[in-house]
């Protein structure tokens, strides 16, 4: 037995060395099976990551193209700027070898060309160096064409246009309506731009979110049809909520409040209701010398554009226009916007009758009615001049004060 012991004693120490490295090499293996797999999908990521990064044009162009996928907002392709930039230092290098070329040859004649045309060389590729695209038109201070252009071509001369009515996307239909003769063509050729304050009914801010794009939209659509159809335009002066405690409140207390609504330099003030057009309200009627300046909007549920053609009608009742009430009228047939007629489709362009149109065109330079102060509003100088005249006068009552400064203090 001793024997036997002594045998396996030198054996037991080498067990747990034993054991140890297999456990090591059981870690390893454990280690290279999951973070293999992980490594891998790692690299596959910052590699996508890093090649979407440098072929990112390239990427979003081929979604746009065959994915349909639209780019993300704020991207612009480098590649159209990049070509124009290449064809911009094109043209800027070929126009300096044009002056070049054309100085040498304009220095074989007399001394006094080969100045004028240095100095119309000079002026050339200034011009040609600050934009490619833009033609030489002058050099110089004389104002007439650069000796340094006479061999080429003149490119096509820039027409600086008076800024038009907004342009805007085929949203909304646009009037499409016939040109007027005689005395009426010169009244409509005369435009005017009125500035609009639109009070908005809290409804309508809850049922859209975009509220405020739409609104500009509206107005510009409807700038857009007044221009075609009287010459008038119409620029958005400010946006306002209605109190919440008018919400549902009858028409007479809606134009009360608008009619007494500061104004805050305005012509206009237009108050959108969220709901149709009550029973029995009739709007004012502006027959008399001076056009009206509040009215309100009722939206139209049975259509989806819901204020277009209401704002076109309720504004043109303010310069006379009167409703189309006789269902047998060629007007009503036809869908006037004066005319209560249902609108069978909405894509087709606002029409109004000659008869109000006429009247619309007409009255369009008339004064408004009773336009409300603005906050602030100083006087101006001649009835500043008046009032210093009045100062000068003895003053029997308000201890001299002139009559200018004793309005201000009741007001």
Sequence with gaps: MSKHEDAQSPASPESPGKGG???????LRLVLLLGTPLLLLFAIFAGGVYLGAKRSQKVVSFEQRWLGIEPPAGFEFEAEDASEGEDAGEGEDAGEGEDAGEGEDAGEGEDAGATAASEGGEAGSEAGGADANAPAQKAGTGGEPSSSTSGTEPGPEQVVDEPGPTELEPGLPIADIEALDGPLAAAYDTRRTLSVEIMVDPALVVAREDWIDYIQELTAAVSASFDAMFGLRLRLHGLALWDPSL????????????????????????????????NGYTPASYTGTVNGDHALIFADLELEERYYRAMLSGLAQLFGAQPVRDRSA????????????????????????????EVVVANKQRPFASPAPTPGEQASPEDGAEDDAQDEAPASKGKGKSKGQAAQEED
């Design 247 to 278: 919400v549902g409140a009858d028409a007479d207390t809606l134009l009360a409040d608008l009619s007494g609504r500061q104004r805050n330099g305005a012509d206009l003030i237009l108050g959108l209701v969220a709901r149709p057009v009550p």
């Design 21 to 27: 490295g297999k456990r090591l090499k059981a870690v």
């Design 330 to 357: 060629p007007a009503w047939l036809r869908g006037s916007i004066m005319a209560g007629a249902p609108v069978s489709d909405e894509q087709r362009s606002p029409w109004i009758d000659p008869q109000n149109r």
